[in-house]
């Protein structure tokens, strides 16, 4: 059985199951390098003759008119093995693209089974009772962070204007301080000497007024 007959079968292998596309792609592909091969084949013949030709030229027409002739037949078969190669490499690449759509709707398919499966048990009133749900209990959580954080007890009476109008007096009155204390640093001035002489002044006679307040007295108790 020649090469082509063992890949592409013949009698009954023919008509038996059709190939998978993997065994079509692999079968496409030995066609390939068996075409290769002849293809390479008949290059050298084509050389061969080529060469033959040139050696015996006009001095032997006649065997170089057959080389020539042998040459032009290779070279159609050359360009048929072309057309050949080109077809099969088209209907391999088409293969493969079909088998490659092939698995990704499959994969597409199971995954939509899958998605199918898992929204099985959801329903969408559900998930919006749901959401609901943890909606308020977030604001629930959120006021009960809020009344965990606020002060309580004194903080709530005391006014801050208040507080603002007694820090400001606090500073003011350290501000007076501070007036004060660079009063004192600086030395106290005293008042110059008069030039002239201070009248002096006669002291009392006190011994004269107690003699007369004491015979006064006495002239009193008579």
Same mark, same amino acid.
């Given at each position: 059985m020649s *090469? !082509? &007959?063992r890949i592409f079968g013949k009698g009954k292998n023919a008509k038996g199951k059709a190939p998978s596309p993997q065994e079509a792609i692999q079968k496409l592909r030995e066609t390939e390098e068996i075409m290769i091969k002849k293809q390479e084949f008949l290059e050298g013949k084509i050389q061969q003759e080529l060469a033959t030709a040139k050696k015996? &030229? =006009?001095k032997n027409k006649r065997a170089a008119l057959q080389a020539l002739k042998r040459k032009k037949r290779y070279e159609q078969q050359l360009s048929q093995i072309d057309g050949t !190669?080109? =077809?099969? %490499?088209?209907q391999r690449e088409s293969l493969e693209n079909a088998t490659t759509n092939t698995e990704v709707l499959k994969t597409m398919s199971e995954a939509a089974k899958a998605m199918k499966e898992a929204h099985q048990h959801m329903d969408v009133d559900k998930v919006d009772d749901l959401m609901a749900d943890i909606t308020e209990q977030q604001e629930l959580a959120q006021e009960i962070s809020d009344a965990i954080s606020r002060p309580m007890g004194f903080a709530d009476d005391v006014d801050e204007d208040e507080l603002l109008a007694e820090l400001e007096e606090m500073e003011q009155e350290d501000l007076e301080k %501070?007036?004060?204390?660079? &009063? %004192?640093d600086e030395p106290a001035k005293l008042p110059s000497v008069p030039s002239t002489r201070v009248p002096t002044v006669p002291a009392p006679r006190v011994e004269e +007024? %107690? +003699?007369e307040d004491l015979?006064? !007295?006495? *002239?009193w108790a008579s």
């Open positions: *090469a !082509l &007959g015996h &030229g =006009t !190669l080109s =077809t099969i %490499e088209f %501070e007036l004060l204390n660079v &009063g %004192e +007024d %107690e +003699d015979r006064e !007295l006495e *002239a």
